[in-house]
């Protein structure tokens, strides 16, 4: 039935960008030595001082045009390391899902629900507890990572529990 194309539809979206992404990087040739070259090109732009900034701005662009936060995390690790690319992440996915959520603060439940359809009502299902801990049991949920946020947003979930819920969900991706 449709009800039931729609409930898999994120993940088998989520499949194919990842079947993608990895028949491009075969395709491409990319391997273990592409990777360093691209990640020494980089070093120079690592330790200046607008490096952060600029990697908050990408998040933030990134979540606006729908852009995989799991791909930008993933570069961030590239072109930053494990320690310094784990906290540019980490922080780049709580600042690019504030956007969002602000978004649907704005948007309000109604019209979110109306556009969102399904996915909105499975994400409101597990956010009807409210708190830290559902927000971090709904970024478990296959679904877009902006419209989770804002979904989150129109749901009236308070900043602190937002902020929290995801720094704990994310911080889990994270590592």
């Known amino acids: ?5 729609r409930k898999w539809a994120p993940v088998v979206a989520l499949a194919a960008l990842l079947l993608a992404l990895a028949l491009a990087w075969q395709a491409l040739g990319i391997g273990e ?3 360093e070259d691209f990640a020494e ?11 952060l900034p600029a990697t908050l701005v990408v998040f933030v662009v990134g979540q606006l045009v729908l852009f995989p936060v799991l791909l930008l995390i ?5 072109v930053f390391g494990p320690w310094l690319g784990a906290l540019y992440g980490l922080a780049g996915s709580l600042v690019g899902a504030m956007v969002p959520f602000a978004i649907g603060r704005r948007l309000g439940r109604e019209r979110v629900r109306e556009k969102g359809g399904a996915i909105v009502d499975r994400i409101e299902k597990v956010l009807e507890r409210r708190g830290v801990i559902a927000v971090f049991l709904v970024r478990k949920i296959p ?11 129109a749901l009236d979930v308070s900043w602190h529990d937002f902020v929290f819920g995801t720094l704990l969900g994310m911080g889990t991706g994270v590592i």
């Open 1 to 5: 039935t449709s009800v039931e194309v």
């Open 41 to 51: 090109r980089l070093e120079p732009f690592r330790s200046r001082w607008w490096a």
């Open 33 to 35: 030595d592409e990777l």
């Open 74 to 78: 993933f570069l961030c690790g590239v």
């Open 143 to 153: 679904a877009p990572f902006t419209l989770v946020n804002v979904t989150c947003g």
